[in-house]
Each structure stands twice: as C-alpha cells, then as structure tokens.
C-alpha cells in the first residue's frame, strides 16, 4: 500500500465483512480483490502516485458495496473488481474531482 503521510489524496476501500445468512457486506462483494486492484493500479501508473489506497472501515451501506470513500471527497458505491478496468477509471476520476490533479488518460 502507498504511504499516507505524503499522500495527496486517501482513498478508503471497505473490507468489512459481515457474518450471518443475510447479512450482505463488501468484503463478501470482493472488497479485498477491489483493494488489490486499486492499489496494483497505483503502483503501475495508472492512478497517481500519491493516492494512498488503504483497508476502510463499513461507511453503513452494506448491500451497495464494494464501497470507497474517497477522504474528504465521495463515496462511491459498486466499484466491483469484476471489471479492473473500469474500477479503476470511475476511482481515477473522483480522485481527480475531489483531490485535484488531472485524471490519468484513458487507454483507448
Ligand atoms: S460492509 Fe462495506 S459499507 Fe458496510
């Protein structure tokens, strides 16, 4: 993971996991593998360098999740890892509505 003291922007990934039948959480919605990925994408470029990605804790919207709150920012709800692509572009982009900073061009 990035360091967050010299970050310009933090970036929360709810890793919560709630127990029981019915109780629906992100780290069941495969918040750990949206972690990986986010912090994968900061590390090969394709968000900046000073985004610092780090484990949050359940920000009470359990069934929309994965969630990330973007500090100071948004939170942003079903940001699954299914589609890496995809998950990373919609955090690019508020993390440049909400950190400043211009949004890494896209790919295509
Ligand atoms: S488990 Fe992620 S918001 Fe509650």
Do not use: Y
């Not at 495969?30 to 090969?44: I, P, R, S």
């Not at 969630?67 to 993390?95: K, S």
């Not at 509505?97 to 211009?102: F, I, N």
């Amino acid at each position: 993971m990035s360091a967050v003291s010299t970050s310009r922007c933090r970036v929360l990934v709810c890793t919560n996991q709630r127990f029981g039948a019915s109780a629906d959480s992100c780290g069941r919605r495969g918040a750990a593998e949206v972690l990986a990925t986010l912090d994968a994408a900061v590390a090969d470029g394709r968000l900046p360098p000073d985004v610092a990605v780090a484990p949050g804790p359940c920000f009470g919207h359990c069934t929309k999740g994965p969630n990330v709150r973007i500090v100071g920012g948004d939170l942003l709800h079903g940001i699954a890892a299914t589609d890496h692509e995809w998950a990373v572009a919609r955090i690019a982009e508020a993390v440049a509505a909400s950190c400043g900073g211009e949004k890494p061009s896209s790919s295509d």
